[in-house]
């Protein structure tokens, strides 16, 4: 299949560090708003205008908060036993943003500015903003803001509004909100937006000002959540607070009036918090909101900014990729490690959306992407990230439990499709709940993680326990066939959603059995240490014979006439999908063909066998791969975001760097570009992932073995030279290479033996030693 056409029109600016609206797009304005989100892992916030988007410009206002939900029932027309019953959706909180100017009775716009620009500083996470205005009667302002979610401060958002009168000298008014009543947001018949409304998801408590803070409280409906937003503003000399507004519900409004002298600059700072709780009492919550608020105003912005630029200079400083030869690529590879930084939950409790905090897609939910794509790569670059994503699956372990339950299974842990709280939220169940490859995702991420970092004590603390809990259920779900001693698995899904309700997805049955053979590794050696989890968690020796037993005994599908793995038991006898027929504007096929006609035919969304190839590693001979992937691209649409990276990787190990570098190009600047025409609602967190993997496991060869760490590197000519660090058990390594070199340092950490193709290569730290690469092809 082709891929998609790069976009003819690009609403920033291409450059190696920052994103910049160069003048007003209305066209492209709901795109900018989520290029332009700002996040800590906890607060999302959406890119948009402060004043507000004019009227009549379509806009999705946005601020988020991670992990905390509102719960709905799943109305059914016909329901059935064991059928998702609530949705989980992350929570929208009032929008503290708000800042409206207006002089002589004249709001400022930015339809009238003679000129405009916005710019997303990734070095800093800062967003920058410069406008000149006119108002009818000729007097000029200039206003410039600043806008940053901290990283340092888990509940901080700021502002600083910067105002000059650049031709008169006179009185401003400034406006500026705590809103709570702004509209939701929704897309008729696509399932991948999702609906999101503040009105339907909070339950005004009180809302009040306190000297000069305004604070609101909410409770989340349908559940315990209680939620706080506080504001405050530090103000300049000769500014006066000229009223207060508490009588709208869910909006607080407080007006300033700032003199200005002309060409002298006026600075106004807003600090916010967010902050919930699920036990605390409305008067606790409240008196912590202020407490943090007072907290904040105390240090200042410019302590506020420092502190949060520091994190992103360590950050950047460690997870950095170094592309030469295409400014696009470069720009593109950092917004996308930008993005995942901001994401990812980092307390335990929160994981990372298939959108992040960037949108209302999907409602938020946490899906696979976080265990397929998100861990390997935080688990070499921020493996302290990778851990807290992993305890928030662990968190969730009796929900799991519990679902497994409802589904008849009287053993083990069936983690949800897609959740937040832990509850299934899919209410299609043929490509939701029948996706049960999740719990081998999250086995696979365990795996990941302890690969890169060794990390013993999570897996006597929480790995171990999820392993054999996901464990049982496969022996729950799979039998062995009485003619064949095969051990199988029916009635599932695989990754490719375009095929529901199969028997042995060749994907799903070759990822348990690499899940039950790990999970077996790691019980051997909690058993050479006595260990007493094993007896807690009741593992009996004939358990872990019929894991081994099912693990040999594993049904992989294969074609011997086509030397192919087929996808499942039937997919080779359906009916090849009509590409040649299928207009250009019926892509993606979910939005235009009902299921069961997708189902009946030859057609992937993604890839399925291809990402088993990649995910099994060197489980599956090179020529084997070549010859799925040779079958397989040429039936997948890549109407998933997750499947391009995937196809780079591939064709990068199998020796085709000029395709994986175009599929490479494909999943770098998905959102950038809106290749799938619906960044506007979310980027596409698992694809960024994916474009790291594709230039670190694809085109450097990097793979994390229970043997070491490898590398084979193989440069496409459009990408004359790569480098990046990783972490790896506790080393900090420097990988660099060209067309004809690669090198590679030890920066910090106790010495490494790592191999180069078939050689073994020892450095201590400090020690650069190159070598060189094969051609590319």
Known sequence: MSLHPAATVRPLTVAPWTLTDSHYQPQHLLLQETLLSLANGY??????????????????????????????PIHYGESAYGFARNNHKMLQVANAKVLKLQLDGETVSITAASSQQRTLDMQQGVLQRDMHWSSKSGKQLRITSRRFVSQANTHLMAIELTITALNFSGDITLTSQLDAAYPGFYKKDDPRVGEMSIADSLTLLSQQFQQQHGLMLHRAKGTDFLVAAATTHLLPAGATLIGQDQQQANTLTQQFSLSLQQNVAQSVHKLVIYCHSAGTDENTLSQQALTLLDAAKQQGFAALLTAHQNWWQQFWQQADVHISGDIALQQAIRFNLFSLAQSAGRNGSSN????????????GHYFWDTEIYVVPVMSLTRPDIARQLLTQRYSQL??????AKQMSHNQGALYPWRTIGGEECSAYFPAGTAQYHINAAIAYAIRSYYLATNDWAFMQQMGAEMLIETARLWLQLGFFSASSGKFEIHMVTGPDEYSALVNNNFYTNAMVQLQLRFTLQILQQLQQENSPLLAQLGVTTSELQQWQQAADNMHLPFDDKLQVHPQDDSFLHRKPWDFANTPADKYPLLLHYHPLVIYRHQVLKQADVVLALMLLDDAIPTVQKQRDLAYYEPLTTHDSSLSSCIHSIMFAETGDTGRAHEFFGDSARMDLDNHHANTEFGVHIACMAGSWMSLVM????????????????????????????????????????????????????????????????????????????????
């Open 398 to 403: 009796d929900a799991a439990r519990e679902r």
């Open 352 to 363: 990372i959306g298939a959108k992040g905090l960037t949108g209302p897609g999907y409602d």
């Open 698 to 777: 694809g085109f450097a060869g990097v793979r994390s073995r229970p043997s070491g760490l490898y590398f084979k590197p193989q440069l496409p000519p459009q990408l004359p030279g790569l480098s990046f660090r990783l972490c790896y058990r506790g080393r900090v390594l420097q990988f660099s290479a060209d067309s004809r070199q690669a090198s590679y340092q030890l920066l910090s950490g106790e010495p490494l033996t790592l191999h180069h193709g078939a050689e073994a290569i020892t450095l201590n730290q400090g020690d650069s030693i190159s070598r060189v690469i094969g051609a590319s092809t």
């Open 43 to 72: 607060i999302g916030s959406r890119g948009t205008l402060e004043e507000g988007a004019p009227e009549g410009v379509a806009s999705c206002e946005g601020t988020y908060l991670n992990g905390v939900f509102s719960s709905e």
